[in-house]
């Protein structure tokens, strides 16, 4: 398996390839001036540029011909046609990155470098001096890093008049240094330079035959695309190829035949199906890959590599409602909301719409449903699989530790479980005290502190299926928790909140009282389970009480 091999060729001689040419096939008859597609971190985005790389190249014709025999591809003599026909230049941004603008400068200026270092024959004893000296200060490096901004547009200029032929431009993670910027607060400069610097390329520049990008964002059109009119965004709202990036239902069980495992498939689909990309049913490839090579053992590959720094960001800053509504998502739940395909780095925490997009466009969640309207698109979102799932699950449980506590969230949790009521008060309310500011525990909302015990049983999911407001007896208890194996006890969680302190032991024995008087463990006894922690919780600011009962 090909694991971390992103290169067309290397990988069709060394490694197993899951067929993706159909994709050419499907493109190069019918596409726009600039084409840019967003998905998610390690779908395939690299591997599909190279393979256009590879094909179109002028350079090696034959070599390059043979890479392609037996794939769908081969079998299309119109696409063959285009085989070997153009100059290309492929760039990756995915290394311009750095903590300050100065450094991100640097690493443009290098990687600038090394490209043009690779076009040397394009300069002739017959090359305009002006022309060879830009080249020269492109290729060791010196010079102005403004005069950097035109470097692709007169690279590619110089490209058709070598070859008589308009050279093809592909840009890989193009959205990379924009991240790092954003990151970094140096936005606004990077979006000066980086403006210039691809519309000279795209727009301006009539030696472009035509260009493919690759990123996870699309960055809205005014902020870098500027005045940019012919370009085609084929993002996970609005798929123009479906089956370029990630792999489909056949191609998971194509492997899967492959290499004997068909017995897996089932576990395949729960770990890393559950994409749907505008209706589109996608399975992680970067994932499927590396539970083959490690032997069809399902772990959580995927966040090994592509990072998680953009949720954990959005975990630290995003409001008590927002993070109420994603740890809703571990228990099954999903959310309502308007999303924006034109995200801006610099608004992502403006607007709940602009996070759930940010979550759907790099992965973290997944289309249910897609509605479009007169105020833009309206979605249904879910956590696809169990990897996210866990993924959800570590951030979550990252949020509620803190090097102050005594104990360790999955100990207290497991005190709730087996009734150590002793324990529960007090880990309860430490993590109370700690990670509740006093505007949030103020509000005195019952609402808040559901959420709040809700996230924290993030940690039982793999013995217990948690359920948050659903119907049991002749109410709706608060949180829920039916362990999978049989034997085990069950949890039943009541919470209330309360104005004055003094009256917080009654609260929560009012609270466990509900329990018994609307009856919640009716469904427990539905499912057949006869032990039951019972919990009334009631909360005042930072101060709680707990009263248990078991049954």
């Known amino acids: ?71 769908r591809v081969a079998g299309d003599a119109e696409v063959m046609a285009m085989q070997g026909t153009r100059p290309v230049v492929f760039l990756s941004l995915k290394g311009w990155k750095g903590d300050t603008w100065e450094i991100l400068q640097g690493r443009v200026q290098r990687q600038l470098s090394e490209l043009f270092q690779t076009y040397d024959f394009l300069l002739t004893a017959d090359t305009d001096a002006t022309v060879r000296a830009h080249f020269q200060d492109i290729s060791s490096g010196k010079g102005a890093f403004d005069d950097r901004v035109d470097a692709l547009a007169f690279l590619l200029r110089l490209l058709e008049a070598h070859y008589g032929k308009k050279p093809v431009l592909l840009l890989d993670e193009y959205d990379a240094p924009i991240q790092s910027a954003w990151e970094h607060q140096y936005y606004d400069d990077a979006i000066d330079f980086f403006r210039e610097f691809l519309s000279s390329a795209l727009k301006t520049n009539p030696a472009l035959d035509f260009a493919v990008l690759t ?64 209706g589109q049913e996608i399975y992680n490839p970067w994932s499927v890959v590396n539970y083959f090579y490690h032997d069809c053992i399902p772990e959580t590959y995927w ?10 960001e959005m975990l630290r800053r995003s409001p008590g409602r927002v993070l109420d509504k994603l740890e809703s998502l571990l228990t099954g739940g999903s959310i309502h909301t308007r999303v924006r395909e034109d995200v801006i780095y610099s608004e ?73 009521i002793e324990t529960v008060r007090d880990g309860l309310a430490q993590y109370l005290l700690v990670l509740t500011s006093s505007f949030d525990a103020a509000k005195g909302h019952e609402s808040f502190y559901h959420g709040f015990t809700l996230g924290m049983t993030a940690t039982l999911l793999d013995r217990f299926h ?52 609307k009856d919640y463990l009716a469904e427990f006894r539905a499912r057949g389970i006869t032990a039951v922690h019972q919990y009334g919780i009631a909360f005042c600011g930072k101060k709680v009480r707990v009263a248990i009962r078991e049954r």
Not at 303 to 312: D, Y
Request: proline fraction near 2%; glycine fraction near 6%; charge should be negative.
């Open 466 to 517: 948690i359920r948050s407001n659903h119907e049991s007896g002749y109410g709706r208890y608060d949180i829920a928790a039916f362990p999978k194996h049989a034997g085990d006890a069950g949890m039943v969680i009541e919470c209330k909140a309360e104005e004055t302190a003094d009256a917080l032991e009654a609260k929560a024995e009012e609270a466990l009282a509900q329990i018994e008087e």
């Open 1 to 71: 398996m090909p694991i971390g091999y992103e290169d067309f060729a290397e990988v069709r001689r060394d490694y197993y390839y899951v067929d993706k040419t159909g994709f050419l096939c499907d493109f190069l008859k019918a596409h726009a001036k600039v084409t840019l597609f967003t998905r998610p971190r390690r779908f395939g985005k690299t591997l599909m540029l190279s393979t256009l790389r590879y094909f179109l190249g002028i350079e090696h014709v034959e070599e390059h011909r043979a890479l392609f025999d037996g794939l």
């Open 303 to 312: 966040v090994n590599t592509s990072g998680n720094a953009i949720l954990s």
């Open 215 to 278: 990123g996870v964002l699309r960055i809205a059109k005014e902020n870098i695309f500027s005045a940019l009119n012919n370009l085609e965004v084929d993002s996970v709202f609005r798929l123009g190829h479906p089956e370029a990036f990630g792999f489909t239902a056949a191609d998971v069980e194509k492997i899967a035949r492959d290499f004997h495992r068909e017995d897996k498939l089932l576990e395949l689909r729960s770990w890393y199906d559950g994409y749907r990309f505008a």
């Open 348 to 420: 992502i925490y403006k607007s709940e719409y602009n996070l759930y997009t940010m979550l759907v466009t790099t992965g973290y969640l997944t289309t249910q449903r897609v509605e479009n309207g007169e105020l833009g698109k309206k979605a249904e979102l879910v956590l696809p699989n169990k990897e996210l799932r866990s993924i959800f699950r570590m951030e979550i449980i990252d949020r509620y530790r803190s090097d102050t506590m005594d104990i360790e969230l999955e100990d207290l949790m497991q005190a709730f479980v087996t009734g150590d």
